[in-house]
């Protein structure tokens, strides 16, 4: 490369992004292919496309941006799982924060996505041991896959505004096709299967009560949007299994049998929560409407 060679602006900020944005650090990110791809120049040769200051190398410089742009992934991420922040300590997070950042570097122009796999990358970097039970590594990644479906909730459409199915539409079903139903679930509505009650300890922190971590205990949970608020109700494991089928448009009836089936549950144990649940599932509104073929 010419000492003098000149470079359209834009070519050296791909250049500069891709530099500034790998994972491995500046150097590396000179060095990598994406950036050989806009401009061939080695990390001992940045001073051809920047220039340096009066105490600082161009490489020096460029390390700010790349210092900064990953200080503010990082703090994206304290603000996106604040209840784990709190749950394993500040150290600890940054820590496995820039592992995550490391092995899931960020490809989208929007940061709403940044976190959708750190329980993922919680989940194949924590280990059990003396000092993390598996009890306890269980617990710190699914707080951090409720955290991230809370958000997830809150950021997506929500049900304001919306026309719901209320009760006495539910109740006002012809009894004698009731099976051919199927119920529309709003969209916000999220299905999550943990195998602690994680919301709970999330609550107790929100409220800045004493918060201890649960023990293991099989959950499941449905959430919504309402009014802007992210809501969270408990359901049973066969409630969760027909809310589950519901929501991918099947039936009542296909919905009933496939639960009972996955439950190992007759009609006659089911039916006496049936009425119950779907009374207290349309009040905190969770489907849109019920259809009937023609």
Same mark, same amino acid.
């Given at each position: 490369?010419?000492?003098?060679?000149?470079?359209?602006?834009?070519?050296?900020?791909?250049?500069?992004?891709?530099?500034?944005?790998?994972?491995?650090?500046?150097?590396?990110?000179?060095?990598?292919?994406?950036?050989?791809?806009?401009?061939?120049?080695?990390?001992?040769?940045?001073?051809?496309?920047?220039?340096?200051?009066?105490?600082?190398?161009?490489?020096?410089?460029?390390?700010?941006?790349?210092?900064?742009?990953?200080?503010?992934?990082?703090?994206?991420?304290?603000?996106?799982?604040?209840?784990?922040?709190?749950?394993?300590?500040?150290?600890?997070?940054?820590?496995?924060?820039?592992?995550?950042?490391?092995?899931?570097?960020?490809?989208?122009?929007? #940061? %709403?996505? /940044?976190? !959708?796999?750190?329980? &993922? +990358?919680?989940?194949?970097?924590?280990?059990?041991? @003396?000092?993390? *039970?598996?009890?306890?590594?269980?617990?710190?990644?699914?707080?951090?896959?409720?955290?991230?479906?809370?958000?997830?909730?809150?950021?997506?459409?929500?049900?304001?505004?919306?026309?719901?199915?209320?009760?006495?539409?539910?109740?006002?079903?012809?009894?004698?096709?009731?099976?051919?139903?199927?119920?529309?679930?709003?969209?916000?509505?999220? #299905? %999550?299967? /943990?195998? !602690?009650?994680?919301? &709970? +300890?999330?609550?107790?922190?929100?409220?800045?009560? @004493?918060?201890? *971590?649960?023990?293991?205990?099989?959950?499941?949970?449905?959430?919504?949007?309402?009014?802007?608020?992210?809501?969270?109700?408990?359901?049973?494991?066969?409630?969760?299994?027909?809310?589950?089928?519901?929501?991918?448009?099947?039936?009542?009836?296909?919905?009933?049998?496939?639960?009972?089936?996955?439950?190992?549950?007759?009609?006659?144990?089911?039916?006496?929560? /049936?009425? !119950?649940?779907?009374?207290?599932?349309?009040?905190?509104?969770?489907?849109?409407?019920?259809?009937? *073929?023609?």
């Amino acid at each position: 490369m010419d000492q003098g060679q000149l470079h359209p602006l834009s070519q050296i900020q791909r250049w500069m992004q891709a530099a500034i944005m790998h994972p491995g650090g500046i150097v590396d990110g000179i060095a990598s292919p994406q950036a050989r791809e806009h401009l061939d120049v080695s990390p001992a040769n940045v001073e051809q496309v920047l220039t340096r200051s009066h105490s600082m190398s161009a490489l020096d410089r460029l390390e700010v941006y790349g210092n900064a742009y990953y200080a503010r992934l990082i703090e994206c991420l304290r603000e996106e799982f604040p209840v784990l922040r709190h749950a394993i300590g500040e150290e600890a997070f940054d820590a496995f924060a820039v592992g995550y950042l490391q092995s899931y570097p960020s490809r989208t122009y929007t #940061l %709403i996505q /940044l976190g !959708s796999n750190f329980p &993922r +990358y919680l989940a194949e970097s924590t280990s059990p041991d @003396d000092e993390m *039970p598996g009890h306890w590594v269980d617990f710190v990644v699914d707080l951090a896959q409720f955290e991230l479906v809370v958000g997830e909730v809150f950021d997506g459409p929500g049900s304001e505004g919306q026309p719901l199915l209320d009760v006495q539409q539910l109740l006002s079903l012809p009894q004698l096709r009731i099976l051919e139903v199927r119920l529309e679930c709003v969209d916000c509505l999220r #299905l %999550i299967h /943990l195998r !602690s009650p994680v919301h &709970r +300890y999330y609550d107790a922190v929100r409220c800045e009560k @004493d918060a201890i *971590p649960p023990g293991a205990e099989e959950t499941h949970l449905a959430l919504i949007r309402w009014n802007y608020v992210v809501h969270h109700h408990e359901v049973s494991k066969t409630g969760y299994e027909l809310l589950t089928r519901l929501a991918r448009g099947e039936s009542l009836g296909t919905s009933l049998e496939g639960a009972m089936t996955d439950g190992h549950l007759s009609s006659i144990s089911l039916a006496p929560n /049936l009425r !119950s649940w779907f009374l207290e599932w349309s009040a905190a509104g969770f489907f849109r409407t019920a259809h009937l *073929p023609d």
